[in-house]
């Protein structure tokens, strides 16, 4: 009887509408899903979910950034279809299906699989090279001991530990930190120790982040760790043990700082290289004096970023000559916690790919709902396109004003939610410049439309920061759940839906695929939203 199930769903459609379109702090009882639909197995899940949803009360189910709707475009018919029949499962469990899309911080959902260039980017000026028989030769200088003597690294950590250094830089330069490290044979086969490099005096914004698995065999095991200077003079660098988790010490023997030549050089308009001589200033052409420095391909990271390849080779009969001094001048990829890259929002190729994602998005889903999902960049600001906008938080608000402009000539009803954490000012505890940020974020809140919703999930500053946002008239979804193992910071949610100005519902947001507390969650909204009612 399709006919009478098409009735059926419609119903069930029409009365999930009506339901999310209704006034209250529970207005929305939303579950958030994060399956890519790359295996039959995720459509299966997907019913489940829904299932179990329909019947606890939930209204709204969002796809997140994860199922990769910002390159629904490129699918292939097997994973379109796929998608097609979970979404066809959750709107007969009556859940209004919402997307959320473009990945900025975690790319490879997004954007890197169409192009890996548009990675962002960090300037690295003033390389200099010099021609060897044919061969252009790294100017290596000299590198800076930052430890006086070996000593021990702890966890917990001691007062006598070393590794904190406080190292002068120089702008836009590329840098290594090498260092020498062995731990003892102990309960662990491998002992972390922890790399941060902060600017000088922050606390929790990372420039970079990263974990050196130490072989605790009593040998000594080197690590290089890159980062970009940015626009910064002094930078802070600690080395220790990881936490209290993983008890222990190591010797750290050696530290040293130096520049390196680029590494993960990024094509891409705002991203031009540049390679003229020392002496004269003349600039060389690529692709006649020096070989062309390559594109990357595939996906993000891949062969193309080997720091073993040397960017610039000089072709014969060109204009560079023996002996001459060179230098480049590019723009380079510096992942931020040893592995993470955030795509550039100030890249004007990213303007196609929001068009056609967003018509292929209104064509399988027809959303009204739409989850931008800017969330946790850590990367940007650096590259030309990015300058001629300007600080961090203009061109975060440019594009955050593109894609609702994008959306909004397809579907002029369109509504918009954001991920808080980039945006807050309780969030943001370094705001000044964020993580591996070339320029400031400070103020963003103040460039945002005020139409666009706020999906706060902060726990720490949830009174605080809901309430700023609700006195500047932003709707506010509140973000639940993440993965506990009983229901308990949950609650204080939802006790704060029922207390903040325009809150217009709840999420139960899970990036574990635990769903066990799926139907518990449901029923408290839905008790929730009828007590309400009432009073």
Wanted: aromatic share 10%.
């Amino acid at each position: 009887m399709p006919g009478l199930r098409c009735c059926f769903s419609a119903v069930l459609l029409a009365s999930a509408a009506a339901v999310a379109g209704a006034d209250g702090p529970f207005a929305r009882r939303a579950v958030q899903i994060l399956f890519p639909y790359t295996s039959d197995e995720h459509v299966e899940q997907t019913k489940k979910i829904a299932k179990t949803a329909g019947a606890h009360g939930y209204n709204t189910v969002v796809f997140a950034s994860s199922v990769g709707l910002g390159m629904s475009h490129v699918w292939d018919a097997a994973r379109r279809e796929r998608f097609l029949e979970a979404k066809r499962a959750c709107e007969a469990a009556g859940l209004e299906s919402c997307v959320a899309m473009w990945s900025i911080g975690y790319a490879k959902e997004s954007f890197f699989p169409i192009d890996p260039n548009l990675v962002a980017a960090a300037p690295v000026f003033d390389t200099h090279y010099v021609v060897s028989n044919g061969v252009a030769v790294l100017r290596r200088k000299r590198a800076v001991g930052l430890l006086e003597a070996p000593g021990e690294i702890h966890s917990p950590r001691r007062e006598s530990d070393v590794g904190d250094f406080h190292v002068d830089v120089v702008p836009a330069r590329s840098y290594c930190l090498r260092l020498k490290l062995s731990a003892v044979p102990g309960k662990y086969e491998n002992w972390p120790v922890v790399v941060s490099v902060r600017r000088a005096g922050a606390k929790t914004d990372y420039i970079e982040h990263h974990v050196c698995k130490v072989k605790a065999d009593g040998a000594q095991h080197d690590f290089n760790v890159y980062f970009s200077s940015l626009d910064e003079r002094r930078l802070d660098i600690r080395v220790a043990g990881y936490n209290r988790t993983f008890p222990g010490h190591a010797t750290l023997a050696s530290a040293e700082l130096f520049q390196t030549e680029p590494r993960l050089i990024v094509r891409r308009h705002g991203t031009p290289v540049t390679v003229r001589s020392a002496a004269t200033g003349k600039v060389y052409v690529e692709g006649r004096d020096y070989a062309p420095i390559p594109r990357a391909r595939g996906t993000w990271p891949g062969p193309w970023n080997k720091p073993a390849q040397l960017p610039l080779r000089i072709l014969k009969g060109g204009a560079i000559g023996e002996g001459e001094e060179l230098v480049l001048d590019c723009y380079c990829s510096f992942p931020t916690w040893g592995k993470w890259c955030s795509a550039c929002m100030g890249a004007v190729e990213m303007d196609e790919i929001l068009e056609k994602s967003a018509a292929e998005t209104m064509r399988l889903v027809n959303p009204k709902v739409w989850f931008l999902s800017f969330d946790e960049v850590r990367t940007g600001g650096g590259c030309r396109d990015c300058q001629a906008i300007g600080d961090m938080a203009h061109v975060y608000a440019a594009f955050v004003k593109k894609a609702m402009a994008t959306v909004r000539r397809l579907r002029p009803d369109a509504e918009f939610y954001i991920w808080n954490d980039l945006v807050d000012p309780y969030a943001l505890q370094d705001h000044e410049k964020n993580a591996g940020m070339y320029s400031s974020m400070k103020g963003v809140w103040d460039l945002l439309p005020r139409d666009l919703g706020i999906g706060y999930w902060t726990y720490k500053w949830r009174e605080e920061g809901t309430r700023f946002f609700a006195e500047r008239g932003h709707p506010l979804l509140l973000c639940g759940y993440y993965d506990e193992k009983v229901l308990k910071r949950s609650l204080d949610w939802m006790d704060l839906a029922v207390r903040t100005p325009n809150c217009r519902g709840v999420m139960y947001c899970t990036w574990g695929n635990h769903w066990d507390l799926l139907g518990e969650f449901g029923d408290k909204m839905l008790e929730m939203s009828k007590k309400t009612e009432k009073e």
